[in-house]
């Protein structure tokens, strides 16, 4: 929901940086490898709940996601960056939950599944949206130059954010945020279902 206005704000100053980046010769996939490892280390340290740790390291990974699409604008944009770019997307939102169950398994076990489902429900919905609207040559700027067709929803990237980072500053109440999070998503997942339907019957 917020994605459309915050990329209006940070995109110019990504794309500078994108470009600076581009000039010494490092590749947007680089970029992309690099954002998903240092989030693989933010779920690890959660796990051994050094929790404003983990949220420094969530913000610089989630840093690097954003740079790899304007070093990508600045040099090349590959169906194959475009793709590391979503499935490590991917790897990233599971392993911060993951990272919260690990850590406190007994309370956090149960919310931390529930959240991870709805992650996988509603990544299911987008990415099959993105495929049927390119059999049907469907084009969308509204989120930017991006390799996959972008439906918006009520649970975006930038809520997804805030969500985990919310979870870091306030570790004790993971369990509630994850229950109210995971329900918005399964409302996002469901809205794109509606909206598949409205959209691909009549084509």
Not at 106 to 130: D, E, K, Q, R
Not at 133 to 148: D, F, I, P, Y
Not at 178 to 186: N, P, Q, R, T
Request: aromatic share 12%; charged share 15%.
């Amino acid at each position: 929901m917020l994605d459309g206005a915050v990329r209006k704000m940070i995109d110019p100053t990504l794309d500078a940086a994108g470009r600076r980046i581009a000039a010494v010769g490092i590749s947007a996939n680089a970029v992309t490898i690099t954002g998903c490892v240092i989030g693989l280390a933010a779920a690890f340290a959660i796990w051994q709940q050094a929790y404003l740790v983990g949220l420094f390291l969530i913000l610089l990974s989630r840093l690097c996601d954003g740079l790899d699409g304007s070093v990508a604008r600045a040099t090349e944009i590959t169906d194959f960056g475009g793709y590391l770019d979503i499935v490590l997307d991917f790897v990233f939102y599971g392993a911060i939950p993951l990272g919260f169950i690990l850590a406190d398994p007994i309370n956090n076990g149960v919310a931390g599944g529930v959240l991870i489902f709805s992650f996988y429900i509603t990544g299911s919905t987008f990415l099959a949206y993105a495929i049927m609207a390119e059999r049907h040559n469907m084009q969308s700027t509204v989120r930017g130059v991006k390799s996959l067709y972008f439906t918006t929803g009520l649970a975006e990237g930038t809520e997804t954010i805030l969500v985990l980072c919310a979870f870091c500053l306030f570790p004790a109440h993971f369990s509630v945020i994850a229950y109210v999070f995971a329900a918005i998503c399964f409302y996002t997942a469901l809205s794109r279902i509606i909206l598949a339907g409205r959209v691909f019957e009549q084509r």
